[in-house]
């Protein structure tokens, strides 16, 4: 069992930062690939990021390709998501997710089978 906790979200302006962190239990964590989402209201879970398991690859949906930036710390069994150049459309609730079983490069909610509870992003304009 992984259980994942969030942090990092609040209330921002646009063109603003921010930082969420993500930490993760279990001795295993350097063994998962992880991800960011995000959903906003009304909207399906869109992928944000991606990281292997060492944190030598990494990928981007187009949305926030140059903004954000995906990392992790494998001795603090956390990953994190640095968010620059914030704008209103990234309101959303922002999640991290770790696959341990399929491998490199999901981009979709099934690759992934634990989830965090996550944290509210609202960018004002």
């Known amino acids: 069992q992984v259980q994942l906790v969030e942090s990092g979200g609040g209330l921002v302006q646009a063109g603003g930062s921010l930082r969420l962190s993500c930490a993760a239990s279990g001795r295993t964590f350097s063994s998962y690939v992880m991800a960011w989402f995000r959903q906003a209201p009304g909207k399906e879970r869109e992928f944000l990021a991606t990281i292997s398991r060492s944190g030598g690859s990494t990928a981007y949906a187009d949305s926030v390709k140059g903004r954000f930036t995906i990392s992790r710390d494998n001795a603090k069994n956390t990953v994190y998501l640095q968010m620059n150049s914030l704008k209103p459309e990234d309101t959303a609730v922002y999640y991290c997710?770790?696959?341990?079983?399929?491998?490199?490069?999901?981009?979709?909610?099934?690759?992934?089978?634990?989830w965090g509870q996550g944290t509210q992003v609202t960018v004002s304009s």
């Open positions: 997710a770790a696959d341990t079983h399929t491998g490199w490069g999901g981009r979709v909610e099934q690759d992934y089978d634990y």
